[in-house]
């Protein structure tokens, strides 16, 4: 039997990991895990495991243009999550590229550094991240950390992260969630949408195989408004899967592992 759907069409703009766990790996598996088509863009190369990121290659900036140009020209896509952007060249390719295609539903994590420590964006960058590719998204998800760096403000509480919501909001994102894994006790993540704060919570695990959970989780959300959800529903699908895939992980290398994306279809 034959049908005339579409099916719903995520595209993901970033960097990729070697080792599978993080990066365009992890988008596209999430993508696939929760029934929506995956495209990519590919913005660097980095040499990269459980431990380290070893080397980064970033792209010329009109080979990542073009490849946003092919995708949406032909396949279409009905929402687009960014991640590892590292240069200021690369962030303003990009937000020029959204702009002009009247990108809607779009998801922004602000890929800052690697589990392992390692940097992922130069300083010169997080100031076109603000300016030009926050203004542009449905939803924007820091950690705290990063939520830090967008707003300079030291996030120990639950207040504290309120405050950070509502000045991201401020420039320009239709909404955010401040993911609370960096704090202690149970594992909160706020949402706030301009009007509304909703809290998601979930146990917190006793694990070291968290590599990609950042990825992972706006992917997750990207493949929510893809599928026509609301800003809500979205990170509530993120929420979800992120913890399952969190619980249902298994030791892979030797530093911070991955997480299971397609624990619903085969156990480890």
Same mark, same amino acid.
Request: net charge negative; glycine share 10%.
């Given at each position: 039997?034959?049908? !005339?759907?579409?099916?719903?069409?995520?595209?993901?703009?970033?960097?990729?990991?070697?080792?599978?766990?993080?990066?365009?790996?992890?988008?596209?598996?999430?993508?696939?895990?929760?029934? &929506?088509?995956?495209?990519?863009?590919?913005?660097?190369?980095?040499?990269?495991?459980?431990?380290?990121?070893?080397?980064?290659?970033?792209?010329?900036?009109?080979?990542?243009?073009?490849?946003?140009?092919?995708?949406?020209?032909?396949?279409?896509?009905?929402?687009?999550?960014?991640?590892?952007?590292?240069?200021?060249?690369?962030?303003?390719? &990009?937000?020029?590229?959204? @702009?002009?295609?009247?990108?809607? !539903?779009?998801?922004? %994590?602000?890929?800052?550094?690697?589990?392992?420590?390692?940097?992922?964006?130069?300083? %010169?960058?997080?100031?076109?991240?603000?300016?030009?590719?926050?203004?542009?998204?449905?939803?924007?998800?820091?950690?705290?950390?990063?939520?830090?760096?967008?707003?300079?403000?030291?996030?120990?509480?639950?207040? %504290?992260?309120?405050?950070?919501?509502?000045?991201?909001?401020?420039?320009?994102?239709?909404?955010?969630?401040?993911?609370?894994?960096?704090?202690?006790?149970?594992?909160?993540?706020?949402?706030?949408?301009?009007?509304?704060?909703?809290?998601?919570?979930?146990? @917190?695990?006793?694990?070291? !195989?968290?590599?990609?959970?950042?990825?992972?989780?706006?992917?997750?959300?990207?493949?929510?408004?893809?599928?026509?959800?609301?800003?809500?529903?979205?990170?509530?699908?993120?929420?979800?899967?992120?913890?399952?895939?969190?619980? !249902?992980?298994?030791?892979?290398?030797?530093?911070?592992?991955?997480?299971?994306?397609?624990?619903?279809?085969?156990?480890?």
């Amino acid at each position: 039997m034959t049908s !005339n759907r579409k099916a719903p069409i995520a595209m993901t703009i970033a960097g990729s990991d070697s080792g599978g766990g993080a990066g365009i790996q992890a988008d596209l598996k999430t993508f696939s895990a929760l029934g &929506v088509y995956g495209a990519s863009t590919l913005t660097a190369i980095t040499a990269q495991n459980t431990v380290a990121v070893t080397a980064v290659h970033e792209l010329p900036t009109e080979i990542i243009a073009a490849q946003i140009e092919a995708v949406i020209t032909d396949i279409g896509v009905d929402a687009i999550k960014t991640g590892m952007l590292s240069s200021s060249a690369i962030v303003e390719t &990009v937000a020029r590229e959204l @702009r002009r295609h009247g990108i809607a !539903n779009l998801v922004v %994590d602000p890929v800052m550094v690697a589990k392992s420590g390692d940097p992922l964006l130069r300083q %010169d960058a997080v100031d076109s991240l603000k300016s030009l590719l926050v203004p542009l998204a449905a939803l924007v998800t820091p950690n705290v950390p990063e939520a830090e760096t967008l707003t300079g403000l030291k996030i120990q509480t639950g207040e %504290d992260m309120r405050e950070a919501a509502r000045q991201i909001v401020a420039l320009g994102a239709r909404a955010v969630v401040v993911k609370g894994g960096h704090l202690s006790g149970p594992a909160t993540d706020l949402l706030y949408d301009g009007n509304e704060f909703t809290e998601f919570t979930s146990e @917190r695990f006793d694990t070291v !195989n968290t590599h990609g959970t950042g990825c992972t989780f706006a992917s997750a959300a990207a493949a929510g408004l893809a599928q026509g959800k609301s800003i809500e529903d979205s990170v509530a699908q993120a929420k979800a899967y992120v913890t399952e895939a969190i619980r !249902n992980s298994y030791p892979l290398g030797q530093g911070h592992g991955p997480v299971h994306h397609f624990y619903q279809f085969w156990s480890a």
